[in-house]
């Protein structure tokens, strides 16, 4: 059981070109997450999913696009990269609980550097 | 506007000296307090959930309180092993987002 992955753990971009980040879980649930963590800033949320083939905007969507086809991936594009995207990148997922609660389990992140 | 502040933003103990980190936060409808690890170059891993004020729960040498307005994580006996940077997260009415605080950087020195 590998919980969350996320692939590539490190890239570098010039700005202007593009890339596609990936996330897999294999807990089989139902929601993912994909945030942004910067110094001084704590983790901020860019987009998120309720389920296979739905898509929603968190708190900093601007540049990003994301995708879920399948419930277990979920995949984070960046159209035209900015070093302001500079930063490293978490995948999560959750899923209710009997309790009701929705804690969140992260990927291991993907460290972003655009020049 | 839900918001967590944390403090301090980092803390150096001697190794068997206990303390607490903070977690002060401002939610519409608290639906959990969330209380995470994180460890350099590594994503954050899940500690606790508290739902209500007056509610505690324990893991080895932490314990988490939580009040209507902030919560506590306790290290009681703190080793090298423990040094992390711990984060706290509430999750308010509607969807389940979580909205972060920065992180308290603990260092424990044997």
């Known amino acids: 059981n590998a919980g969350v992955t996320q692939t590539p753990k490190f890239r570098v971009l010039k700005t202007g070109q593009s890339m596609t980040l990936l996330c897999a879980q294999d807990?089989?649930?139902?929601?993912m997450y994909w945030y942004r963590q910067d110094p001084g800033m704590g983790l901020r949320l860019i987009h998120y999913?309720?389920?296979?083939?739905?898509?929603a905007k968190g708190e900093v969507p601007d540049g990003y696009n994301v995708s879920r086809l399948k419930k277990q991936n979920f995949l984070l594009g960046l159209e035209s990269a900015a070093p302001s995207q500079t930063s490293v990148y978490f995948c999560?997922?959750?899923?209710?609980?009997?309790?009701?609660?929705?804690?969140?389990?992260f990927g291991p992140g993907t460290r972003l550097t655009v020049t | 506007e839900d918001q967590v502040t944390q403090s301090p933003e980092a803390l150096r103990l001697q190794e068997g000296e206990s303390s607490s980190l903070n977690c002060s936060y401002t939610?519409?409808?608290?639906?959990?307090l969330f209380w995470y690890r994180q460890d350099p170059g590594k994503g954050p891993e899940f500690l606790f959930t508290?739902?209500?004020a007056g509610e505690e729960k324990e893991k080895e040498r932490l314990k988490a309180t939580l009040t209507k307005k902030e919560s506590f994580l306790h290290i009681t006996a703190p080793k090298p092993e423990d040094s992390a940077t711990y984060l706290c997260?509430?999750?308010?009415?509607?969807?389940?987002?979580?909205?972060f605080g920065t992180g308290t950087r603990l260092l424990v020195s044997p």
């Open positions: 999560a997922s959750s899923s209710r609980t009997s309790g009701g609660s929705y804690e969140q389990y």
């Open positions: 807990m089989n649930h139902e929601y």
């Open positions: 999913s309720v389920g296979e083939g739905t898509t």
């Open positions: 939610v519409s409808g608290l639906r959990g």
């Open positions: 508290l739902y209500s």
């Open positions: 997260a509430v999750r308010g009415e509607g969807f389940q987002k979580l909205v």
